[in-house]
């Protein structure tokens, strides 16, 4: 059962991975449906459409090691400033 954090409802499974400059994308709708996704998919990446080399779960190694979130459930910090 999802757990209730501000308006997003976190699997209990999930975990965010806080980084320097990263913030957790402030868009409820968008956070949302990636979850939703992630849900659907068993915690793998919703923007990974194959298997690469490295980790694709959620958050998948690029995120981690190269600091590239394409689905945009993490965004840079300078990004929501705009």
């Not at 956070?31 to 915690?43: A, D, P, W």
Request: glycine share 6%; proline share 6%.
């Amino acid at each position: 059962m999802p757990t209730k954090l501000g308006e997003i409802y976190m699997p209990t499974d999930f975990k965010i991975l806080r980084k320097a400059g990263w913030i957790l994308n402030p868009d409820d709708q968008v956070v949302n449906s990636i979850i939703r996704m992630l849900e659907k998919n068993g915690g793998h990446c919703p923007c990974k459409h194959e298997k690469r080399e490295g980790h694709d779960q959620c958050p998948c190694h690029d995120y981690i090691a190269n600091d590239k979130c394409y689905c945009r459930l993490y965004i840079k910090e300078e990004d929501e400033k705009m």
